[in-house]
């Protein structure tokens, strides 16, 4: 995984972002299709695994956060 720097709002709007677009097309695309099968097994797998990619996301962004903090 790369690292970002985040200085400034401008770059926290990018990078989420760019996360973002990341996740929907990974994500997303599992959902869809399982949406389109009406699997909904498939369905609710899909659908949890988003949530967990947004919330892995999030917790990513505040960990790097927190390093911030305790390095200063």
């Known amino acids: 995984m ?3 720097t985040i200085d400034n709002r401008a770059d926290f709007a990018q990078w989420a972002v760019e996360r ?3 996740i929907v097309s ?3 695309t599992a ?3 399982a949406a389109r099968d009406m699997d ?3 369905i609710g ?3 949890n695994a988003l949530g ?3 919330a892995d996301a999030m ?3 505040f960990d790097g956060l927190m390093a911030g903090i305790e390095s200063e």
């Open 2 to 4: 790369e690292t970002v």
């Open 20 to 22: 973002a677009r990341e």
């Open 26 to 28: 990974q994500e997303g």
């Open 31 to 33: 959902l869809a299709m």
């Open 40 to 42: 909904e097994k498939a």
């Open 45 to 47: 797998e899909a659908g």
């Open 52 to 54: 967990q990619a947004i």
């Open 59 to 61: 917790i990513e962004v």
